[in-house]
């Protein structure tokens, strides 16, 4: 086991050990995290071509980038299987103190647990929160049949409303977008209004940069009435992040943003939308079901 600040190495670019994760273990993101967002020392955990992205701060070691913006946490090679004898020599290698590894699907999370105890540490495994994914097949409407009948004639009447309010609802991937969705943003009221200050909006910006980011906008006629930050690969969508104009409220222009967002990925083939972390009802309206996410801790 070595733990190291490398960003060259090779490991980096590992596919995750566990699958449907999108970009968030990747070097892109953890990079784009620690620009702006991170502190303290990074301890890239690599043994045997598998490699953990860490990083010790106040509260101790944990996995690089914090839970409320990663969804996401995994190793980066070999397979599940190999994580016991990888959790063994991190054991050994982890410096005195606390630790924490979150946001982690059960497939990575119990062998590695298992290696931990395996190298003499304890570490309890909890579930702390959930991804919600919706599992594609077919086109739109094979999507709309599958739900139960209320949500469904719930959302076409939530559409008719928008267009009836604003226009003819289309999306539009542009990621000169970004600036309408960080005003979307700073106009929202409460919390929402407050996150995206320039600190986040320099993160997000390097995130539109990184494979598979897209900046997608919902007009109503010739007006951007909301918009949505994601991510996609060759089989999943990733629902990042979202804002809508706040004058628009009234006109359902979340459901129809997200209605509008399934059927694109339908149309190009993906066969998973994931909401990702937080388990609101509106996603399990639209179809989603619940992927665990699990945290290990322990001290060292």
Same mark, same amino acid.
């Given at each position: &086991? ?21 970009? +968030? ?46 969804? *996401? ?18 054991? !050994? ?20 647990? !298992?290696? #931990? ?5 304890? $570490?309890?495994?909890?579930?702390? !929160? ?26 076409? %009447? ?37 996150? &995206?200050?320039?600190? &986040?909006?320099?993160?997000? $910006? ?12 919902? &007009?109503?006629?010739? =007006?951007?009435?909301? $918009?949505? +930050? ?6 999943? *969508?990733?629902? *990042? ?14 459901? =129809? ?18 909401? #990702?972390?937080?388990?609101?009802? *509106?996603?399990? %309206? ?15």
């Amino acid at each position: &086991m070595r733990l190291h600040d490398d960003w060259s190495v090779a490991a980096l670019d590992g596919e995750p050990t566990a699958a449907h994760v999108g970009p +968030f273990p990747r070097r892109e993101f953890l990079q784009a995290w620690c620009t702006h967002r991170g502190s303290g020392e990074v301890l890239l955990a690599e043994h045997q071509g598998v490699l953990l992205p860490l990083h010790r701060g106040d509260r101790g070691i944990e996995i690089i980038g914090e839970r409320d913006l990663t969804d *996401y946490h995994c190793p980066l090679g070999g397979n599940p299987a190999d994580l016991v004898g990888f959790g063994a020599a991190l054991a !050994e290698a982890l410096p005195p103190g606390p630790f924490r590894f979150d946001s982690l699907p059960g497939e990575v999370a119990v062998p590695l647990a !298992e290696g #931990l105890a395996a190298g003499g540490l304890a $570490a309890g495994v909890q579930r702390h !929160e959930a991804a919600a994914v919706v599992d594609l097949a077919g086109d739109h409407e094979d999507y709309l049949a599958a739900l139960r009948s209320k949500d469904r004639h719930e959302i076409r %009447r939530k559409r008719r409303r928008f267009g009836e309010a604003v226009g003819p609802p289309r999306l539009v991937n542009d990621p000169a977008g970004f600036d309408a969705f960080v005003a979307m943003h700073r106009a929202a009221a409460g919390r929402k209004g407050e996150f &995206m200050d320039d600190e &986040m909006e320099a993160f997000f $910006a390097d995130l539109l940069g990184i494979e598979g980011a897209v900046l997608s906008v919902l &007009m109503g006629g010739d =007006t951007a009435v909301a $918009a949505a +930050f994601g991510f996609q690969d060759e089989g999943a *969508y990733y629902l *990042y992040n979202s804002a809508y104009a706040p004058e628009f409220g009234a006109a359902a222009p979340g459901v =129809t943003l997200v209605d509008l967002l399934i059927a694109a990925a339908c149309d190009a083939g993906r066969r998973r939308f994931d909401f #990702l972390k937080g388990e609101e009802s *509106y996603k399990y %309206r639209a179809g989603a079901v619940a992927r665990p996410l699990f945290a290990i801790e322990g001290s060292a």
